[in-house]
């Protein structure tokens, strides 16, 4: 009979104790120590919008810095289409493993559970909160050629001009903020809807749409560059980032008017705890350096970090808010 000399015996009770104790590690203790070397690859950011919407720009700033945080290549993903759903369908199915985050908006994780009447995606259950960004104002521009300066004359004119005046949108916010202004004004306006903003403004600055809301990031240069004329911001107070710009609601019939667009940053479900503290305290880090807060406030975005527990109560509170919103616009789900 074959024996085991009692040295190799030890050695092999060793090797089954440790094994045996590395099996009774609670899960967070094991995934933390997976976690250690985290990033070892390079991190895709997925953005639900075209290249040159403000969401773009946005995670473009973003990725820029996070790779030099973490040391590790980190690329930008554009998956525009079908008002943001192809692209969190998509981060939804991603491995949970950290090298695959979402930088969205309140378009596919405040709105679209209420204008679609069914989607691929759960905006809760099938993500991980990392950290809120921060705002990103919109704005009302019209055609440079329609002959109104202010949003008290644009609702003259639609009055005196049924039928006339159409809004693009290319993306949640813009069509909210359309059906919204409409109502509250009482003017007929037809919606002109686009698969991304970019599209959208170069249609209202050639004149085949007479307006849109559009986020400061994306609408900026042209209104710079006096292809589009601005008439107010959709925030219920003045935004310190356009002072001249006066909100809607100081418009007599827009009482009440406030509209914000956030942005902010997921991962899978499941994406282990120690590395979306990692992402999140570098994203901390990010939005509260002055750098980034300048090249942020460029763009019209109004950049801050969060707890993924403080960005988790938000989106539940911003569905619910999406949802009235949608509901008093008389939007009806497709």
Not at 270 to 295: C, H, M, Y
Request: avoid cysteine; charged fraction near 15%; proline fraction near 8%.
């Amino acid at each position: 009979m074959n024996t085991v000399p009692s040295s190799q015996r030890r050695g092999l009770l060793a090797l089954a104790l440790g094994l045996a104790a590395t099996a009774a590690l609670p899960a967070a203790a094991q995934t933390a120590a997976s976690a250690d070397g985290y990033p070892k690859q390079p991190i895709r950011l997925v953005v639900p919008f075209a290249a040159g919407s403000g969401t773009d720009a946005v995670a473009r700033l973003i990725a820029q810095a996070l790779g030099d945080a973490l040391k590790t290549p980190t690329v930008v993903d554009n998956k525009a289409g079908a008002n943001g759903i192809i692209a969190a369908e998509a981060v939804a199915k991603a491995p949970p493993d950290g090298y695959t985050l979402f930088v969205t908006t309140n378009t596919t994780h405040s709105a679209n559970p209420s204008l679609m009447k069914s989607l691929p995606y759960d905006p809760v259950k099938d993500f991980t909160p990392v950290s809120r960004m921060g705002n990103l104002p919109f704005m009302l521009v019209v055609n440079q050629a329609l002959p109104v300066k202010t949003v008290a004359e644009l609702i003259a004119y639609g009055r005196t001009h049924p039928g006339k005046l159409t809004y693009a949108s290319g993306n949640s916010t813009g069509i909210v903020s359309g059906a919204t202004f409409a109502r509250m004004a009482g003017l007929d306006m037809l919606h002109v809807p686009y698969k991304s903003t970019p599209p959208a403004i170069a249609d209202v600055v050639g004149g085949q749409v007479s307006m849109m809301f559009v986020d400061t990031a994306a609408g900026l240069a042209m209104v710079e560059a006096g292809k589009l004329r601005p008439l107010a911001v959709t925030t219920k107070e003045r935004t310190q980032l356009f002072p001249q710009l006066p909100p809607m609601a100081d418009t007599p019939e827009l009482k009440g008017f406030d509209i914000t667009s956030w942005n902010g940053i997921y991962a899978p479900a499941g994406t282990p705890r120690p590395i979306v503290q990692k992402l999140n305290q570098a994203l901390a880090a990010i939005a509260d350096s002055q750098g980034f807060r300048e090249r942020s406030a460029k763009l019209g975005f109004d950049a801050f970090g969060s707890t993924p527990e403080a960005f988790a109560a938000f989106t539940s509170s911003e569905l619910a808010k999406w949802r009235q919103l949608i509901q008093a616009a008389g939007i009806r789900p497709e």
